[in-house]
């Protein structure tokens, strides 16, 4: 009889364990789940609606449609325009890469600059952060051969170098808010 007792006892036990681990389980997974609701609050600021997306991209391809004759104008290629859409959900607050994807959008719809539109600009876009998107808008500004320089490091009593130690150095020109030496944002 007692080894029976004892057969329903252990049966019962995970179930007993679980029921009593549960509410701590629960309490513990909140309290973690805030911390991580707390780091990400920030962020929702980033993630505009479609209202917010629609007055920024409004107003921006009205700004650059007054260069382009209106017989010029047309509608954008959805396969551009919607990823360029929803990109600017989480980045239309980066004034460079806003830029970017609006002078792409406005492209994309006049007829003399469509063929120079591909979809996959969409995405190069999206791969940049601040610092590549300012690179990026100073190289295509800049008329001419860019002159690039990486600097090969010796080490001293030996005859060995280290090649691609540093990052390319670009002569001639300045990043504002950025110090090459420092390769950080100031």
């Not at 080894?3 to 007993?16: C, F, H, M, R, Y």
């Not at 409004?58 to 650059?64: A, D, H, I, L, S």
């Amino acid at each position: 009889m007692e080894e029976e007792v004892i057969k329903e006892a252990s049966k019962l036990l995970p179930e007993v364990y679980k029921d009593l681990a549960q509410p701590a389980t629960k309490e513990i997974g909140n309290v973690l789940g805030r911390s991580a609701k707390a780091l990400l609050v920030p962020i929702r600021g980033f993630l505009w609606g479609w209202e917010k997306i629609e007055q920024v991209v409004t107003e921006g391809v009205e700004k650059r449609f007054e260069k382009i004759p209106e017989e010029k104008r047309k509608t954008p290629e959805p396969e551009i325009a919607v990823p360029l859409m929803q990109a600017l959900t989480y980045t239309a607050q980066n004034e460079t890469l806003r830029e970017m994807y609006l002078n792409l959008l406005a492209n994309s719809m006049n007829t003399d600059k469509e063929k120079d539109v591909h979809p996959s600009f969409v995405e190069l876009i999206k791969q940049m952060n601040c610092l590549d998107a300012k690179v990026f808008n100073k190289l295509s500004i800049a008329i001419g051969y860019q002159k690039a320089i990486n600097p090969n490091i010796s080490i001293l009593g030996k005859n060995e170098f280290f090649v691609n130690a540093t990052p390319e150095w670009f002569l001639g020109w300045t990043i504002e808010e950025y110090n090459i030496l420092m390769s950080q944002l100031v």
